[in-house]
């Protein structure tokens, strides 16, 4: 009878053994279940979404921002937006802190060598005078040569035309328009989409954008070259927005607003 006693003891001790480390298989197995889904999850997020830094005051920055949503968006990424000062804006863009930059202009690769320019054109930026002189004759740069003036500093193909006179740089496109109205220059020269929406949210009824504009050029997207390999596919989207409209829309609604 001990004998006996001693068995069904010793079986079940086995079956308790073999329950527990069922259980402890089954929640290994669950455990690394969690890990890989887990893992699999943050992967794709980091795959998904990409962070593009940009001008902080500038509106192509910001308007280029908008239009990049979209073409990403046809792609199957989500675009986080940086606002950082100018330089460090492509300075961190160029080291690979971000995944590229917002927009710039295709010379600016001749000093950050490890951006990548999207080839398709994302804006086309008009540079202009703003003044309370109606009767200025717009001759193209030389024309800003002729007259006190003023542009924001970071805006660097400006500063090296207007660097004569760089006592004059203003902070922001309302401090050159406040010189503007209280007589300090008599002209401020910048893209004319920044004069457009500071001249709409302020009251500046004296000052008026003067036609034509001293220039013309296209900004383009930039990617860090770890993701060069979503030219292609940003140039088609883009191509797309431009054939479809949805590029010319987002343009005015943003000038309209």
Do not use: C
């Amino acid at each position: 009878m001990v004998w006996h006693s001693n068995l069904a003891q010793w079986q079940r001790g086995i079956d308790v053994y073999r329950a527990k480390s069922f259980r402890v298989k089954v929640s290994l197995l669950f455990l690394s279940l969690l890990i890989f889904n887990s893992v699999a999850f943050i992967a794709t997020t980091q795959a998904d979404t990409l962070r593009f830094t940009r001008r902080i005051d500038s509106e192509a920055g910001k308007l280029g921002g908008m239009i990049l949503q979209e073409a990403y968006r046809r792609i199957g990424h989500e675009v986080k937006l940086v606002d950082l000062p100018g330089a460090r804006a492509i300075i961190e863009a160029n080291r690979g802190n971000s995944d590229g930059e917002v927009v710039r202009l295709k010379r600016v690769l001749n000093k950050f060598h490890n951006l990548r320019v999207v080839p398709v054109p994302l804006l086309l930026v008009e540079t202009s005078i703003a003044s309370k002189n109606m009767s200025i004759k717009v001759s193209g740069w030389e024309t800003a040569k002729k007259y006190s003036a003023t542009t924001v500093r970071g805006y660097k193909s400006i500063e090296k035309r207007l660097e004569s006179q760089a006592n004059n740089f203003a902070s922001s496109v309302e401090s050159a328009l406040k010189m503007l109205v209280y007589d300090r220059i008599e002209i401020v020269v910048l893209s004319k989409m920044d004069l457009q929406k500071s001249m709409r949210k302020g009251n500046y009824p004296n000052i008026h954008i003067i036609e034509p504009p001293i220039s013309e050029v296209s900004l383009f997207h930039m990617l860090h070259k770890s993701q060069e390999a979503l030219i292609p596919a940003v140039s088609a989207a883009l191509k797309a927005m431009k054939a479809d409209g949805s590029y010319q829309q987002i343009i005015d609604d943003y000038l309209g607003s």
